[in-house]
């Protein structure tokens, strides 16, 4: 059975860091995208940051670049979402992916995991 696990959310202060990381479960990680997605409240749900297999190619949404950085180890079966600088605006619930295409768009990814929250107050 396929799982994705996310960890590491929380709620902080604007400006302070997080690090998200999910693990993967119950399939042959190597060769899949990864990818995370938030859904911010009253908003649909959003890819934020994916990196291919052997992470040849990584993407990010304009809003978090030079904040976030996607990276994943294929030894660990994990992915992680370093947040720097967090703004009240990234506050939502953010989801881990699996896809053996690389798209930030929700529905061509196949595999999600139960997502872990993330709150950050001005």
């Known amino acids: 059975q396929i799982r994705l696990a996310e960890s590491g959310g929380g709620s902080v202060q604007s400006g302070e860091s997080l690090r998200l990381s999910c693990t993967a479960s119950?399939?042959?990680?190597?060769?899949?995208?990864m990818a995370w997605f938030r859904q911010i409240p009253g908003q649909e749900r959003e890819g934020v940051a994916l990196i291919t297999r052997g992470s040849r190619y990584i993407q990010y949404i304009d809003s978090v670049k030079g904040r976030f950085t996607i990276s994943r180890s294929n030894t660990e079966n994990k992915v992680f979402l370093q947040m720097n600088n967090l703004k009240p605006e990234d506050t939502g619930t953010y989801y881990c992916?699996?896809?053996?295409?690389?798209?930030?768009?929700?529905?061509?990814?196949?595999?999600w995991g139960q997502g872990t929250r993330v709150s950050v107050s001005s």
């Open positions: 992916t699996a896809s053996g295409e690389a798209s930030l768009e929700p529905a061509k990814n196949k595999y």
């Open positions: 119950g399939f042959t990680y190597g060769p899949f995208s």
